[in-house]
């Protein structure tokens, strides 16, 4: 039989089964399922071609981080038909100690790699001729806290990581269907590859609450659960707080002694002004089984202490809502030891007509430390404004956006405070309508229910005349 017409008379399906049995050793895999690992865990193990080739090969590392490609280790074959390696002078000892190869194969094996290992593995045959004969992408997750160890009271920050991130791959923070407790005090925040989430006053419960979601494609790629721990022993202990001038805004004066051996009979909470640069001033005070006496003449009914009485252990407080000027340094003494110190910084958003109808949004801090910056960030999730922050300049405290009419389609932005990349505080700023806009849409709804009413009227008489008369 003629083969061309034996082909011609073969099914389609048929045709292309027999090609690739034929010619799939000459084709690369394309499109390689990605291959996700969490930072410091487990091995990878990637496989070179199943017949190994003659001449020479090499693999090739092109990093996500956006560093240029690099040659890892080239591969000869010898006269007896084994394959030697030889590592490029630029695989420095690091990735030598993750990297291995797999002796008398073309596989090269990852042990525990680490999140900057992420990005793009090829092996290529460069004798006798030039083809790409493996591809792998491995992206790396990881997860970070900061601070690794905070304390009962103070807030921490977790941020989720991906090495790339694409429009199939989605991050979440989850808190655990078995936690006890209803977690509402916290922001949440996706700036590129990374999600961040802001546990405000943070207990040792926490730890346990929360864990990250790597979703691809419809379905759960990892999880991994946050990485801090948080301690009880506040005794000297130190940390700053960032919370909003809004009116459902919350400072916790957590002060207590861990450890129920020693009773302390009084115990005093102070506060040194960061606006008015006043002298240390006592604000709330208490004697063992006594009330508690809270000086009113600053925050009036604001500050309430937990505790109706002091037990000798616990004397902590709590003001709401946080006004910008209660930015300030908290001190609390139990006996004749100084605890905790907070320090609090106030952020608050205003907003102020501009030329047109334009509006000028204002963040502001009332108060700036090493490395801080502002940042607007539009609903995309994007930087639209930034600026570092100087202390010894006073305009530096503040960062505006002025919203153009162009962008009366978006109508969230986002206030973010961040310390060295971390965001320690994030206001949401939405945009609404204004008074105008309100009265004319309401003018078109009462005219459409009129005219609703107008054309209806007959129809309902002329029912119910008919009901009447069929009932006579």
Known sequence: MNLQFYCCKMPAGLIFSVSVFLFSSTFIQSNPSPIYFLDKRGDILLEGPDIPENGSVVWEWKPHSGREVQQLLTLNQDYWG???????????????????????????????????????????????????????????????????????????????????ISDSVQLHWKQMESSQQNRRNTDQIQLKNTIHLIIKHVTVEDKEMYTC??????????????????????????????????????????????????????????????????????????????????????????????????????????????????????????????????????????SDPSEGDNITLTCSVSDVIKSMRLVWINSEGKTVEEKVLKDEVPEEKSLQLIIQQSDKDRRNWTCGLFQKNIPKHLILFRKVYNDSTFKHTNIIIIGCLALLFIFMLPVVLYLRKCKISDFA
């Open 82 to 164: 084994s394959w030697r390696a030889e590592w490029s002078d630029h695989f420095n000892s690091y990735l030598q100690k993750k990297v291995m190869w797999d002796y008398g194969t073309l596989d090269l094996k990852i042990r525990r790699p680490t999140f900057k290992l992420a990005g793009l593995f090829i092996l290529t045959q460069t004798e006798p001729i030039n083809k790409t004969l493996k591809e792998y992408e491995i992206f790396g997750i990881k997860v970070e806290s900061s601070p690794r160890q905070p304390v009962v009271g103070s807030d921490v920050t977790v941020s989720c990581s991906i090495s790339k």
């Open 213 to 350: 979601e790597v979703w691809g494609n419809g379905s759960i790629i990892h999880t991994r659960p946050t990485d801090f721990t948080v301690s009880s022993y506040l005794n000297l202990k130190s940390y700053q707080l960032y919370r909003p001038a809004s009116d459902h805004s919350e400072l916790l004066l957590i002060c207590f002694h861990f450890y129920n051996i020693i009773y302390f009979d009084h115990a005093v909470w102070t506060w040194i002004s960061s606006h008015l640069k006043g002298q240390e001033k006592q604000i709330a005070s208490v004697s063992r089984f006594m009330p508690i006496n809270v000086n009113r003449s600053r925050f009036v009914n604001r500050l309430v202490p937990t505790l109706g009485h002091f037990n000798g252990l616990d004397f902590s407080a709590r003001i709401a809502p946080v006004l910008f000027e209660d930015a300030g340094i908290y001190s609390c003494t139990l006996g004749s030891d100084k605890y905790v110190t907070i320090k609090l910084i106030t952020v608050k958003v205003t």
